[in-house]
Each structure stands twice: as C-alpha cells, then as structure tokens.
C-alpha cells in the first residue's frame, strides 16, 4: 500500500495562520513536501481552489494547484504528485491535458492527473464560472482529457467543449494515469468508464459508510463491464494528533501511532491500494507520526 499526503496550501494551514502571505504558504508548503519525501512516504497531493474556507473560520487564501505541482516536480524526487483533486470547470479540457503532459515530463513520469467536478459554489461565483450542469461538462471533458494524457488524437463538437484532430506533442511519457474523485452514482459510472484509479474522502478508520461506497463503486465496474482489478482505490483519511489538533468533528482518526499503523492495515485489508491523508495539524511532526507509524507497520 502507497501511502501519501495532502499539501499545506491554505492560510490556516500555515504557522503564521490568517493573514499569512503567499510567500510565506509556499515556503512551508515546500518544506513540508521534501520532509514527506525524506522520511519515506509515497505521494503528496495539492489541491486546486481559489479560496479556502475552514468550518471554524471565514474565507482564505490558498495557493493555486498547477503553478504547486510544477514547482514541486523540480524540487522533488522520488515522491508521486497526485491532485486531489484538479477542478476540470476551471480549465478548458485540452489546455488541462496539455498542462498534465509538460508536468509530467519535468516531474520524470511521477504525475497523477486527478480531476473532479468542482463543488464550492462561492469560487464559482467569484470568479465567473459556470455552475449549472457540472457533471455534464465533467463528462464531457473526460471524453476529451483521457484520450489526450494516452498519446492519442481527439475530435469532437460538444454541448461545452470541442477539439479537432487534437493532440499532445511531443506526447505524454509515459502515458499519465487519470484519477477520479466520486462518490454519486452518475460520478461512479463516470470512473468505472474513464479513470485509472478512484478516490473516496473523508473517513477516519474504515466505517460502513465506506464499505457502502466500495460496493457503489463495485456496482458501477459491473455496469461497465471493468474488471475490478484494474482500478486503482485510493481513500481520503483525516489524522488528527492528538495532542496538538484544535478540530474536534466526527470525521477522522486521532489515535496513537501504533493504533494508526494499524489503521492503515485495515484500508489495506479492505482492497485499498493508496491512502492519502489530510495531517492535523499539516506540520513535519505530523508527517514524522506517520512515519514511524509506516515502521511499526514493517515490524
């Protein structure tokens, strides 16, 4: 089992709290990712908002997903860099596309091209997006990016999107995995029937609202006729140290390091091949708790 993080990329997640400056975000955002990588986890994932907005608090900054990923592909390694997940409203399909193949190759082929519909209307609103009919461009969209991130050429004349004999030169390489994030039943047939890998968010130790969704999800390769074993299955898992986490909901875990090594156990157990975990608070303490939790675990 892979087992990665979400990316410090908003205000609040930074030492210097609300009111933090960009600079300031990135720098943490940075170190947090090459100690990921120093102490031996698998991937580290942004995510792609135009503002933050924490339960407990107001709207925030937060940095943008695409200039994150590419800086991190130079400063980095080893480590996979995934998005959890790419909002496709925001970026016409092929540019996205054309974006995923350049990171891919300055990353060495270490990318994961994860998308989703968008859900956080007040973005939208601000910024002049389109709301209406997101699953509908979602799809749309998918039928034009999956083609292009394998080295393929695509036409189409769509409700939303169109392309003529597009394609991405020099081509993908290798060819970039496509992740979805879904959990309704249009959103999992959409996955069994384009992406690579799927992801489900947010849980703490495995419950049966997440059973309910890997059989939602099983359904819907049945219905397209996938072999189940060629999906990649990754989840979403809020770790809290308990000592130092200030949130105080019923989604996450906030157990000792040996009871989250075996927590990672059991999303194995269960068929997971990755989980990607949202560290409160988002600090090299937190990653460190992980780590030696992945020890305990090879013991």
Known sequence: MKIGVMLPMAESDS????GASAASI???ALGFCKHAEAVGLDSVWPCDHFLSEPPEGSVEGILEGWTVVAALAT?????ELGQLVMCVSFRDPSL???MASTAQAVS???LVLGVGAGWYDREYEMFGFPIERRVDRFEEAL??????????????DGSYYGAEHAVLLPPPDPPIPLLVAAKGPRMLRLTARYADAWNT???GTPDDELSRRMADMDAALEAESRDPRSLRRTAGVVVRDPNHSTQQDDVGFAGSVEELARTIDAYEQIGFDDIILALEPMTERSLDRVAEAMQLRNR
Do not use: D, S
Request: with cysteine; glycine share 14%; aromatic share 8%.
């Open 15 to 18: 030492e210097a709290g609300p």
């Open 26 to 28: 990135w720098a943490e």
């Open 75 to 79: 400063a980095t390694e080893r480590v």
């Open 96 to 98: 996205l596309a054309k």
């Open 108 to 110: 060495g082929g270490r």
């Open 143 to 156: 039928g034009i990016i999956r083609p292009l991130v394998r080295g393929e050429t695509v036409t189409c």
């Open 201 to 203: 968010a947010w849980f």
